[in-house]
């Protein structure tokens, strides 16, 4: 079976800092993967999702950026936090298997930036 | 319109009741649903998956109508444990389209 690993597990970082968060996934290939937020109270919100090593797609502009530097793990960066970027960080792998699908979502990293 | 639609709640019911969330979808391409629960401040579970008319799973039931585009999820005798989020999610184009979920507590 597949195991996401995220680190780290909180972080509490000041305005203007850079972030790295770091996804790597066990027990799958070429799996796709995913970054979401999830604000205080509100619902997750797709960041970026990527089919490949390389490739990334951005669902909605922000100071984020997201890397595939190998098959199985995924980076979230930012080079200057913003408050509104304090949030519940997930990553999540989806792998297909003919017309069945099976999510699985790591841990999460719990952001607060002051 | 969201694309993935779900009464906020909270659902207050009492241990043994039957409750019934809803959810509605706008992309008829969708092809997949689940059901996922999230415990506070815990990522997202799978709890089931929906890939034609429905599907049971002990007291868990979910039923998808396409032609009515919405999903609901069925607990039958609830437990004081099944006290969570529950998110409803579409899954279509390789991305899985989040509801903001339904609160559900479960009283004694």
């Known amino acids: 079976s597949q195991t996401i690993h995220q680190w780290p597990a909180t972080l509490v970082q000041p305005v203007g800092s850079p972030l790295s968060l770091e996804c790597t996934v066990e027990?799958?290939?070429?799996?796709?993967l995913y970054w979401y937020r999830q604000a205080a109270g509100r619902g997750l919100q797709l960041l970026f999702y990527?089919?490949?090593?390389?490739?990334i797609s951005s669902e909605v502009p922000q100071n984020l950026s997201a890397s595939r530097p190998q098959d199985r793990q995924f980076i979230l960066s930012s080079k200057k936090l913003l408050l509104s970027d304090s949030g519940f960080y997930l990553c999540?792998?989806?792998?297909?298997?003919?017309?069945?699908?099976?999510?699985?979502f790591g841990p999460g990293t719990r952001l607060t930036v002051t | 319109r969201k694309e993935v639609e779900q009464d906020p709640g909270p659902f207050n019911v009492p241990e043994g009741a039957t409750v019934a969330f809803n959810c509605t979808y706008s992309?008829?391409?969708?092809?997949?649903f689940f059901w996922y629960r999230q415990d506070c401040r815990k990522e997202p579970k799978l709890l089931m998956s929906?890939?034609?008319s429905g599907n049971e799973d002990g007291r868990f039931t979910a039923q998808l109508n396409r032609a009515s585009q919405y999903i609901s999820l069925l607990i039958r005798d609830s437990k004081l444990s099944d006290s969570a989020t529950y998110l409803c999610?579409?899954?279509?184009?390789?991305?899985?389209?989040f509801g903001q979920g339904t609160e559900l507590s479960v009283k004694p």
């Open positions: 999540a792998c989806v792998r297909s298997s003919g017309l069945n699908y099976e999510q699985y």
């Open positions: 027990g799958t290939s070429n799996p796709n």
């Open positions: 990527s089919v490949g090593i390389g490739q």
């Open positions: 992309n008829s391409a969708s092809q997949s």
């Open positions: 929906v890939y034609s």
């Open positions: 999610v579409g899954f279509g184009g390789g991305k899985l389209i």
